[in-house]
């Protein structure tokens, strides 16, 4: 076991998530106070700029960002005080582990894409060239990106991702999940799970994950 009053400060910032709420937002936040008795204390989360608040009772998972390894904490709300500055109370219910990589929380974040399908039977005009998505999420065993373009679940991809300006993968996917959105432009929304990816590959998309996740922990914005 991690000693707890050994590995946190006061002043660490990290990310939280409510484990009793259907959805499955990340909130920034940082340690506010630490006590003896499995209490720690932390600033009010925030969202996209504003203050989100939780109930007495309610469960809340910490991950915390230590060198280069990530941690999770399971604590339970206790009290909030409405102060200068708003603070939850939390009692701390399970010890501290560090997440494996496959347990890494897919990577939330806004790029453009390129596609194509992969049909060995059909070299068509239609599947030789790429389309253009929009990546939501990133994660070592697949991503999720909107296009206009209808295609079905079980379709082979050919994806095309800018990590950066001189980072460019070439990854194959299958689409596993399928959904009209209309709220989203009319847009389609897949979920890809990547197919025979290769070991410095997935150790690149690690990579780029943690330090993304570090840069919006460290900014904010999440």
Known sequence: ????????NIGDKLQLKAIDKRNNNLYVSQISDIHDDNIIEILFPIYKNKIVYFLKGERLELILCKQDAI???????????????????????????RIQRRNFYRLKIVKPIKYRIIDILDNSEETTKYHEGILLDVSEGGIMFYSKKEMEIKDLLELEIKLDTNSKMMLKGIIVRKQYNT?????????????DISKADKEILTKFIFQEQRKQLQKGFI
């Open 183 to 195: 709220e989203k432009s009319f847009l389609y929304e897949y979920g890809v799970r990547f197919e």
């Open 71 to 97: 941690f999770e904490l399971l604590t339970m709300v206790e009290e909030k005080t409405l102060g200068n500055i708003p603070t939850l109370r939390l009692k701390v219910i399970s010890e501290l582990k």
């Open 1 to 8: 076991m991690i000693p707890l009053n050994k590995f946190i």
